[in-house]
């Protein structure tokens, strides 16, 4: 059974740019669920997925954030004209469905210069 | 407002003693707990999980510890081993484990 898979692992943009990041979660799993990650701290909720109903989102997801699951497997994140503040790691993580441990993916590391 | 608290930054043991990471957390309705290990570049991995209506998990050299009445965890390595060298985040869900609400991290280091 492979884990969950993000990509780019990696991405340099221009403040400004439009970046968008994919999530593919472990077969099967329902949930699916987007964390970031700032430097000397936790993971962070931004959103969260239920096959393909995106069930509640985080007051840290502003507009320039959108999150999609359009057929209830992978997912994208996509950040429109981004900003500094937004250099981060994008973790993404599946269960199988509620009250199930999440997994996490290695996570995408995301530089706005 | 950290809802999930991480007091000790770091942590340095001795391969063959104990480590104990401690947890604190303030929301009465979190009902499920989790640990999980970091390493550099890579995504959290789970550990090991307890739920409110207990009050010990144990798996392999891993144990966590409950105690609802002071809003505490514990994890508890036992024994250490040098690639247990990490950073563990506790986490928190409430009813019905949906989002998870991390601490900020403590730095393990096992030395041999």
């Known amino acids: 059974d492979t884990g969950v898979s993000q990509d780019p692992r990696h991405k340099i943009t221009k403040r400004g740019q439009n970046v968008t990041f994919r999530c593919d979660p472990i077969?099967?799993?329902?949930?699916l669920y987007w964390y970031r990650q700032t430097l000397g701290q936790g993971p962070e909720f931004l959103t969260y997925?239920?096959?393909?109903?995106?069930?509640?989102k985080s007051r840290l997801l502003s507009d320039r954030f959108s999150a999609e699951r359009p057929k209830g497997s992978f997912s994208t994140l996509e950040i429109q004209r981004t900003e500094q503040g937004d250099s981060a790691m994008y973790l993404c993580?599946?269960?199988?469905?509620?009250?199930?441990?999440?997994?996490f993916g290695p996570g995408t590391r995301l530089l706005v210069l | 407002d950290q809802q999930v608290k991480q007091n000790s930054p770091s942590l340095s043991v001795q391969e063959g003693r104990i480590s104990i990471l401690n947890c604190d957390y303030t929301?009465?309705?979190?009902?499920?707990f989790l640990w999980y290990k970091k390493y550099p570049a890579e995504g959290p991995t789970f550990l090991i999980s307890?739920?409110?209506?207990?009050d010990k998990n144990e798996d392999g050299r891993f144990t966590v510890f409950l105690n609802k009445s002071a809003k505490h965890l514990s994890l508890h390595i036992v024994p250490s081993q040098p690639g247990d060298s990490a950073v563990y985040f506790c986490?928190?869900?409430?009813?019905?484990?949906?989002?998870?609400?991390f601490g900020t991290g403590t730095r393990l280091l096992v030395s041999p």
């Open positions: 993580a599946s269960s199988p469905g509620t009250g199930e441990t999440q997994y």
């Open positions: 077969s099967e799993h329902n949930r």
């Open positions: 997925f239920q096959n393909e109903a995106q069930l509640e």
């Open positions: 929301n009465s309705m979190f009902d499920y």
């Open positions: 307890i739920s409110s209506i207990k």
């Open positions: 986490a928190a869900s409430e009813g019905g484990f949906q989002k998870l609400v």
